[in-house]
């Protein structure tokens, strides 16, 4: 999908025509003849927030009406999703271009509409012989917004796509390497970003042991990927770290899923597509924040030397790990990265992203995010803002010394489990115990990574949700330390 700004004249306007109707506007200016805005009312008052079509042979004309008095995100909410039914309904009509003005709205929601068009017009086709409908164009009216604008946002939902295609490819074609040099290759066409990556070798000499460990199954060799985005001029004196877990797949190693558990697990390096892309976003945008991206990235396998429960790990700082059961892998290849990211990069704050535990999933579905901090109070509640604001909600849990003891170990410093009870918080305390004393958010994404259902703007797949989050996070990031 392509965007361009241009004027639109509603009235004899001649192709597909959106336009964004609040109320409490003047009706003055919709090119609709008298009995067709009696018509309009009754929708209206039917349903607030229809969609209301008429022919305009070859084109059509909608009125896509919002409720303005409601609070903001709300508002902005609802258009993402009403773009998201005008997508479907285009694509009955099989129409690929469109136009988009409004009546009397805000730039904000009409940037919220056009978000929720992009994201819901994405499809993961590549693999399939014939390509789903797409709109090929979309002609937006430049009274709302300025080309800057319009352009920050395309580079935010194209890096969201991005996102998307890494989760959705199958691990037999984006292994742990792929993904590496792929990440490598973004980063060298880039202004202020670096790209390092670790192989095995390297990872060894760090001595990542729980990375190395998790990849012991597998006949793939792991990847640690540091991305750092330094501008010119930044507001923090230290970076913020942004550790993402980059399982490629998780079979569950040799504590196994069962049955159809294990559906979806390619998904389970969406973490670390998600920082990867939050940092190029930054990077693209320049923000004038710096940034490191910290990405383990390995498989996790029952091969011939797999790792196994009652094995006992020296993680990169020293900690011993009496490994439980090897599926709560993705805890020991991020408790490397983040003693990492503290001891080599001192971040005023470090933020992970990762699919984490089933529990999340079971505890608020897929509504929102799991979240918890240490030493992180004010940037977890800018970011609970922040998540009503842009719709990727989060919830946080919390994170008593009680929990501590369900994962104390008799045999190493730890272990990597607990018990069936908490498991979202004991994943999260198991992780905290290596960012020290390093302000730190732990964000669990299981429930909102991956969707098997389509809802709204996200197609059956990835969904890229918490990087608009992130995002604006960090565009707002300074109001915090004033
Ligand atoms: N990748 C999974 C968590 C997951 C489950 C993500 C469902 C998305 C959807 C993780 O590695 C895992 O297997 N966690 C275990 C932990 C348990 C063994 C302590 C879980 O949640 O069952
Ligand atoms: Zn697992
Ligand atoms: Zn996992």
Request: charged letters at 25%; glycine letters at 6%; a negative charge.
């Amino acid at each position: 999908m392509v965007y361009s700004l241009s004027p639109i004249n509603t009235k004899d306007y001649d192709g597909t025509l959106a336009i964004l109707y609040g109320n409490e506007v003047s009706d003055r200016n919709l090119p609709l003849a008298k009995r067709e805005m009696e018509y309009l009312k009754r929708r209206r008052e039917e349903d607030p927030e229809a969609i209301v079509r008429f022919d305009r042979l070859p084109g059509h004309l909608f009125i896509v009406n919002f409720d303005a008095e409601k609070p903001a995100p709300i508002c902005q909410e609802h258009l993402r999703r009403s773009a998201a039914k005008l997508v479907a309904m285009l694509a009955d009509l099989k129409a690929d271009s469109l136009a988009v003005t409004a009546e009397g709205s805000l730039p904000e929601e009409m940037v919220a509409f056009l978000e929720g068009l992009f994201l819901a017009d994405y499809r993961f086709d590549r693999y399939k012989a014939k390509p789903a409908h797409h709109i090929a164009t979309v002609t937006v009216d430049q009274a709302f917004l300025s080309q800057q604008e319009l352009d920050t946002n395309q580079r935010l939902w194209n890096r969201l796509f991005w996102c998307r295609e890494w989760v959705n490819t199958p691990v037999a074609d984006l292994n742990a390497a792929e993904f590496a040099e792929q990440l490598e290759t973004i980063a060298r066409d880039m202004d202020h970003v670096e790209c390092t990556v670790f192989n095995k070798k390297q990872i060894e000499s760090l001595r990542m042991g729980g990375l190395l460990a998790v990849n012991r199954g597998s006949v793939d060799e792991p990847r640690f990927v540091v991305l750092e985005y330094k501008p010119a001029v930044a507001i923090n004196a230290k970076p913020i770290a942004l550790v993402g877990k980059g399982i490629m797949y998780d079979t569950g190693g040799l504590n196994i899923k069962p049955d159809d558990y294990m559906q979806e697990m390619k998904s389970d390096m969406a973490g670390a597509a998600t920082m990867a892309s939050v940092l190029f976003t930054a990077a693209d945008n320049q923000l004038p924040i710096h940034l490191v991206a910290l990405l383990p990235m390995t498989d996790n396998r029952p091969g011939f030397n797999a790792y196994a429960a009652d094995d006992i790990l020296t993680m990169y700082d020293g900690t011993t790990v009496e490994v439980v059961n090897t599926d709560a892998e993705g805890r020991l290849i991020l408790a490397d990265a983040i003693a990492y990211a503290v001891d080599k990069y001192d971040p005023e704050l470090l933020i992970d992203a990762a699919t984490l535990t089933g529990a999340a999933v079971r505890a608020i579905s897929t509504f929102g995010i799991a979240a918890m901090q240490q030493n992180a109070a004010n940037p977890l509640g800018l970011l609970k803002v922040v998540g009503e604001q842009v719709y990727e909600r989060i919830v946080e849990f919390p994170f008593w010394d009680e929990y501590d003891e369900l994962i104390k170990s008799d045999m190493a410093d730890v272990k990597n489990c607990g018990t069936a009870q908490a498991g979202t918080i004991t994943a999260g305390k198991f992780l905290a115990r290596f960012a020290k004393q390093t302000p730190y958010i732990h964000l669990d994404i299981a429930g909102v990574a991956y969707f098997t259902k389509p809802q709204h703007y996200y197609a059956v797949g990835a969904s890229g949700y918490g990087i608009r989050l992130l995002y604006a996070f960090l565009q707002t990031y300074d109001l915090m330390k004033k």
